[in-house]
């Protein structure tokens, strides 16, 4: 059964930082994009960021483009995303998602996502 | 960036009845279209992807269609299970992005 868990999420005053964790098992994570979604409460989603299956492409939406960055570990079936400079506005359920092709042009790829992890809130206040 | 619009926000509806939700895109998206069906404190499911075509173990009752900007979401007949939020998603282009949601509650 593929499955995606979430962990490191918590209370985070602004400005600070924090590590989220999403472990992969059912299926061969070094073959496949992922991606982070949140969604804060009350609200819709947004995806966050993606990242190739080797690391070397990486994408991020751009109101956390300098402050977040995503990373990956093939060898520990393992996804994180590094939030520094915390702000209120970043409060939300972060997701780990598995991408699926959606389609590649001029070597990037397009994904949706399936399945998604249950999430690990994320609070920034003081 | 790609803003992708769903109406309507809300729609109310009773079991059997069918039902039909739109998601329009700012520019062409092709068919890079996927849908995904949200219920309280749960994560998102696939339900849609390349605008029609159902993921794994999706129920037929589910259908998707349109190309271009405007797409639209049917569920046939609707059964208890399913009364939820619905997402659409574009992949056409980064970033990826999201329409509102539909949330579709018991009349």
């Known amino acids: 059964e593929v499955q995606l868990v979430e962990s490191g999420g918590g209370l985070v005053q602004p400005g600070g930082s924090l590590r989220l964790s999403c472990a992969a098992s059912?299926?061969?994570?070094?073959?496949?994009?992922m991606s982070w979604v949140r969604q804060a409460p009350g609200k819709g989603l947004e995806w966050v960021a993606n990242?190739?299956?080797?690391?070397?492409?990486?994408y991020y939406v751009d109101s956390v483009k300098g402050r977040f960055s995503i990373s990956r570990d093939n060898a520990k079936n393992s996804l994180y995303l590094q939030m520094n400079s915390l702000r209120a506005e970043d409060t939300a359920v972060y997701y780990c998602a598995r991408d699926l092709r959606g389609y590649c042009s001029g070597g990037s790829c397009y994904n949706f996502f399936d399945p998604w992890g249950q999430g690990t809130l994320v609070t920034v206040s003081s | 960036d790609i803003q992708m619009t769903q109406s309507p926000s809300t729609l109310s509806a009773s079991a059997g009845d069918r039902v039909t939700i739109t998601c329009r895109a700012s520019q062409s998206i092709s068919r890079w279209l996927a849908w995904y069906q949200q219920k309280p404190g749960k994560a998102p499911k696939l339900l849609i992807y390349?605008?029609?075509t159902l993921g794994s173990g999706v129920p037929p009752s589910f259908s998707g269609s349109g190309s271009g900007t405007e797409f639209t979401l049917t569920i046939s007949s609707l059964q208890p299970d399913d009364f939820a939020t619905y997402y659409c998603q574009q992949y056409n282009t980064y970033p990826l992005t999201f329409g509102g949601g539909t949330k579709v509650e018991i009349k």
């Open positions: 390349k605008a029609s």
């Open positions: 059912g299926f061969t994570f070094s073959t496949y994009w």
């Open positions: 990242i190739k299956q080797n690391g070397s492409e990486k």
